[in-house]
């Protein structure tokens, strides 16, 4: 059953932790993305990889890290230097090096921090 | 600099009559367009794209779109709603020969009354 996986749906922190969104995906996509969402607003892109060992910045990357050393995994560290990092997390994966392609999302984790 | 419009934020329809959600966008050179549903509490999922070609695009679940160059609009369209038709729904564009990223229109939430 192929597809993305994130893990966990839930999570809750206290403020001033770090905390590792999981994001598996076993469609052998080349492209990996971390979207941000918010209520009232469209996806917010906080980093994407085109390529294993290698991701760009989005349009939000401050306070949060990303590694990329698997094809299949992509996690996303929220660091106690976002400043706002209660939201609903999204993540996604494209086949990469066509001109269009869609994008493929999980099912999400919803982070709170109190 | 591109950019995607919803302008409405909420569109009520009765089951059983057509549905419009609308969505505008700017952008310097040709547009890739599409459109994602959310259902609460879950990930995104694709509906249709229009590349080029065809102005009318047939998506999944009984969805089209009609792209309109001179109006710069993609406008989602079925003919008959369902209540399941019920979402949140998201356009998206990206710009002929620009990076892997999408910009997203805020959404527009679809409520389908019995």
């Known amino acids: 059953d192929g597809g993305i996986t994130q893990s966990p749906k839930y999570l809750f922190r206290k403020e001033g932790q770090n905390v590792t969104l999981s994001c598996e995906q076993n469609?052998?996509?080349?492209?990996m993305y971390w979207y941000r969402q918010d209520p009232g607003q469209g996806l917010r892109l906080i980093y994407y990889?085109?390529?294993?060992?290698?991701?760009q910045k989005g349009d939000i990357a401050e306070g949060y890290s990303v590694s990329r050393e698997k094809k299949e995994s992509f996690p996303l560290t929220v660091t106690s230097a976002q400043k706002n990092p209660t939201a609903f997390y999204l993540c996604?994966?494209?086949?990469?090096?066509?001109?269009?392609?869609?994008?493929?999302f999980g099912p999400g984790t919803r982070l709170t921090v109190t | 600099a591109q950019s995607v419009a919803q302008p409405e934020d909420q569109v009520n329809v009765a089951e059983g009559n057509p549905l419009t959600v609308k969505c505008t966008y700017s952008?310097?050179?040709?547009?890739?367009l599409f459109w994602y549903v959310q259902y609460p509490n879950r990930g995104l999922q694709f509906l249709l794209k229009y590349i080029t070609g065809d102005n009318l695009v047939k998506g999944s679940y009984g969805f089209e779109a009609e792209f309109n160059k001179s109006q710069t609009s993609f406008h989602l369209k079925k003919p008959s709603a369902l209540v399941s038709d019920s979402a949140l729904y998201f356009c998206a564009v990206r710009e002929e020969g620009s990076n892997y990223q999408l910009i997203w229109g805020a959404g527009t939430k679809l409520i389908i009354k019995p």
């Open positions: 952008v310097s050179g040709n547009p890739y």
């Open positions: 469609l052998n996509h080349d492209a």
């Open positions: 996604a994966s494209s086949i990469s090096g066509q001109l269009v392609h869609e994008q493929y």
């Open positions: 990889s085109q390529i294993v060992n290698d991701f």
